[in-house]
């Protein structure tokens, strides 16, 4: 007879929603905060700085963000999917990432003056060395943030996250005024990484002593392994385009791509960062289940849809004005390239969702394999398109996600039985509301800024922008309420404390696990 999972029963699945809700809400509550600090200080220090200052920092990250990318070796992930990893496993962790820690550090400073010739930029010898640190330190919070992590303690990671991402900006503004240039943006990274490694260690309290098991180790290695893999061809063909823009466009239209890509990404980013430590650890204990797995992960699709896609829209249509007034004039150049990019935002901000299926079913070969056909062809896409310079890039990185669409959630779906035709069911209503807002913002955004007979005039600036953001934003809003999407009371359950209960419409996974 099969044993009892325990993640099924009553007690359990009671503990569990509970966790869920809560890790949910205050993860979502720290990350808006996050942030916003990360827009406030991005906006004061594009205002401070060049576009080249950007570009700078951007053609070390190239190098050093693989450094950082690496530094857990896989093994970050493998503590919180492994069922039965315990203290052996997290201290003999403990000590591989911090000797891969200063491995990789070291290798990052020698590297420096080979960056700052490759690219033609002597003062990259002195951002690297800034980054080798940050490096270092990233090394240190590998452990404790998967502890932290594992025990659904997301609260404790939030507080942790706003507190480095507010210390990180106070120190870049402060060295910005000095005149500091590219090394004031390095230096952010490293007093954030500071500060997280030291806050994390504290709210796990999580104490190093000399104890290393590699009986233990060998019990993560296999997952590990096949994620490391991944991540490191998937790195290279993320940075691909910025390494290709650097060498052969230059500081400033790296600088500009930079710009319109890291804004792009912010909603993004945040918006999964908030699912994915939610979701991760969630879809792990659930993974004898497939159905529940699966209506579990298109609950969490339909939330990031609901949140991401609108704000892609909005974006696309206001691209320019956004970057003028936000940015200022200099970042003008990037509106091409930001529109591009937000069709590209608008894919991945579902599809990089995949990984928690790949990851929590223990199947990282899978998302290796898949990674190197389609990382395959995004290097070939930003070689053809680095021949018309930075736009030319963008469109050929929207091309080519278009192609993968299909095959980035079949392939994975197959392990909790979720096809492509459940992805297109669940967000389709959410996409079809946010073009139609974006349609009305486009005719609302004619009509105010109209050269001659404008309801606000073009120098109106911030609150001609505030005034189509607030437009754009009730449309949507009037059209999600009035199709009664569902996405939308569930998000609504969420933010009001009631993740787990019914509104009228079917039950959905978590509610499921209170059966």
């Given at each position: 007879m099969k044993a009892p999972d325990p993640a099924h029963e009553p007690g359990q699945e009671t503990a569990l929603r509970t966790q869920l809700a809560r890790g949910a809400r205050w993860t979502l509550a720290a990350h808006g905060a996050r942030q916003l600090l990360t827009l406030v200080f991005q906006i004061i220090l594009a205002r401070l700085l060049a576009p080249e200052d950007f570009g700078l920092l951007a053609m070390v990250v190239v190098f050093s963000g693989f450094a950082s990318m690496l530094v857990d070796l896989g093994f970050g992930p493998a503590l919180v999917q492994a069922p039965a990893a315990g203290p052996r496993q997290a201290l003999?962790?403990?000590?591989?990432?911090?000797?891969?820690?200063?491995?990789l550090a070291g290798l990052t400073f020698a590297a420096g003056p080979a960056v700052a010739t490759f690219y033609g930029q002597p003062v990259l010898a002195s951002v690297a060395a800034l980054l080798a640190m940050q490096i270092w330190l990233s090394a240190l919070a590998v452990v404790p943030t998967a502890l932290l992590s594992r025990e659904l303690r997301l609260r404790a990671l939030g507080m942790v996250d706003i507190l480095a991402g507010l210390s990180g900006g106070l120190v870049a503004v402060a060295l910005a005024l000095g005149g500091h240039g590219a090394l004031a943006l390095a230096s952010q990274l490293v007093a954030a990484s500071a500060v997280t490694a030291v806050g994390v260690h504290l709210v796990a309290r999580f104490r190093p002593?000399?104890?290393?098991?590699?009986?233990?180790?060998?019990?993560?290695?296999?997952?590990?392994?096949?994620?490391?893999?991944?991540?490191?061809?998937?790195?290279?063909?993320?940075?691909?385009?910025?390494?290709?823009?650097?060498?052969?466009?230059?500081?400033?239209?790296?600088?500009?791509?930079?710009?319109?890509?890291?804004?792009?990404?912010?909603?993004?980013?945040?918006?999964?960062?908030?699912?994915?430590?939610?979701?991760?650890?969630?879809?792990?204990?659930?993974?004898?289940?497939?159905?529940?797995?699966?209506?579990?992960?298109?609950?969490?699709?339909?939330?990031?849809?609901?949140?991401?896609?609108?704000?892609?829209?909005?974006?696309?249509?206001?691209?320019?004005?956004?970057?003028?007034?936000?940015?200022?004039?200099?970042?003008?150049?990037?509106?091409?390239?930001?529109?591009?990019?937000?069709?590209?935002?608008?894919?991945?901000?579902?599809?990089?969702?995949?990984?928690w299926i790949y990851r929590s079913q223990g199947r990282a070969d899978w998302q290796f394999r898949f990674g190197i056909a389609a990382g395959t062809s995004a290097l070939l896409a930003f070689a053809i398109g680095v021949n018309w310079g930075i736009l030319g890039v963008a469109v050929a990185y929207l091309v080519r996600n278009l192609a993968l669409t299909w095959f980035n959630f079949a392939i994975p779906g197959r392990l909790i039985g979720l096809r492509y035709r459940h992805v297109v069911a669940s967000v389709g209503?959410?996409?079809?509301?946010?073009?139609?807002?974006?349609?009305?913002?486009?005719?609302?955004?004619?009509?105010?800024?109209?050269?001659?007979?404008?309801i606000l005039a073009p120098e109106a600036g911030l609150g001609r922008l505030v005034a189509k953001l607030a437009f754009g934003g009730c449309a949507y809003l009037g059209l999600v309420a009035g199709f009664r999407l569902r996405a939308l009371g569930e998000v609504m359950d969420l933010v009001t404390g009631a993740f787990g209960s019914p509104r009228g419409a079917p039950q959905d996974a978590v509610e499921a696990l209170s059966r």
């Amino acid at each position: 007879m099969k044993a009892p999972d325990p993640a099924h029963e009553p007690g359990q699945e009671t503990a569990l929603r509970t966790q869920l809700a809560r890790g949910a809400r205050w993860t979502l509550a720290a990350h808006g905060a996050r942030q916003l600090l990360t827009l406030v200080f991005q906006i004061i220090l594009a205002r401070l700085l060049a576009p080249e200052d950007f570009g700078l920092l951007a053609m070390v990250v190239v190098f050093s963000g693989f450094a950082s990318m690496l530094v857990d070796l896989g093994f970050g992930p493998a503590l919180v999917q492994a069922p039965a990893a315990g203290p052996r496993q997290a201290l003999s962790v403990w000590w591989i990432t911090l000797l891969a820690g200063s491995v990789l550090a070291g290798l990052t400073f020698a590297a420096g003056p080979a960056v700052a010739t490759f690219y033609g930029q002597p003062v990259l010898a002195s951002v690297a060395a800034l980054l080798a640190m940050q490096i270092w330190l990233s090394a240190l919070a590998v452990v404790p943030t998967a502890l932290l992590s594992r025990e659904l303690r997301l609260r404790a990671l939030g507080m942790v996250d706003i507190l480095a991402g507010l210390s990180g900006g106070l120190v870049a503004v402060a060295l910005a005024l000095g005149g500091h240039g590219a090394l004031a943006l390095a230096s952010q990274l490293v007093a954030a990484s500071a500060v997280t490694a030291v806050g994390v260690h504290l709210v796990a309290r999580f104490r190093p002593r000399l104890c290393f098991d590699l009986a233990a180790v060998r019990e993560l290695v296999g997952f590990s392994s096949h994620l490391v893999g991944y991540r490191v061809f998937e790195y290279w063909v993320r940075s691909a385009d910025k390494l290709l823009i650097g060498r052969f466009v230059g500081a400033a239209g790296l600088g500009l791509y930079s710009r319109a890509y890291s804004t792009m990404l912010i909603p993004v980013s945040q918006v999964g960062d908030v699912a994915g430590r939610v979701m991760f650890p969630a879809l792990c204990r659930l993974r004898s289940d497939a159905a529940r797995s699966r209506e579990l992960y298109l609950r969490a699709l339909r939330g990031i849809a609901l949140v991401s896609f609108p704000l892609m829209t909005t974006l696309f249509v206001l691209a320019d004005e956004f970057l003028v007034v936000v940015f200022g004039p200099p970042w003008a150049g990037a509106t091409d390239v930001l529109r591009v990019l937000c069709a590209v935002g608008l894919m991945q901000s579902i599809g990089t969702t995949t990984g928690w299926i790949y990851r929590s079913q223990g199947r990282a070969d899978w998302q290796f394999r898949f990674g190197i056909a389609a990382g395959t062809s995004a290097l070939l896409a930003f070689a053809i398109g680095v021949n018309w310079g930075i736009l030319g890039v963008a469109v050929a990185y929207l091309v080519r996600n278009l192609a993968l669409t299909w095959f980035n959630f079949a392939i994975p779906g197959r392990l909790i039985g979720l096809r492509y035709r459940h992805v297109v069911a669940s967000v389709g209503g959410i996409l079809a509301c946010a073009l139609m807002a974006a349609g009305a913002l486009a005719v609302f955004d004619a009509a105010l800024s109209a050269p001659e007979g404008g309801i606000l005039a073009p120098e109106a600036g911030l609150g001609r922008l505030v005034a189509k953001l607030a437009f754009g934003g009730c449309a949507y809003l009037g059209l999600v309420a009035g199709f009664r999407l569902r996405a939308l009371g569930e998000v609504m359950d969420l933010v009001t404390g009631a993740f787990g209960s019914p509104r009228g419409a079917p039950q959905d996974a978590v509610e499921a696990l209170s059966r």
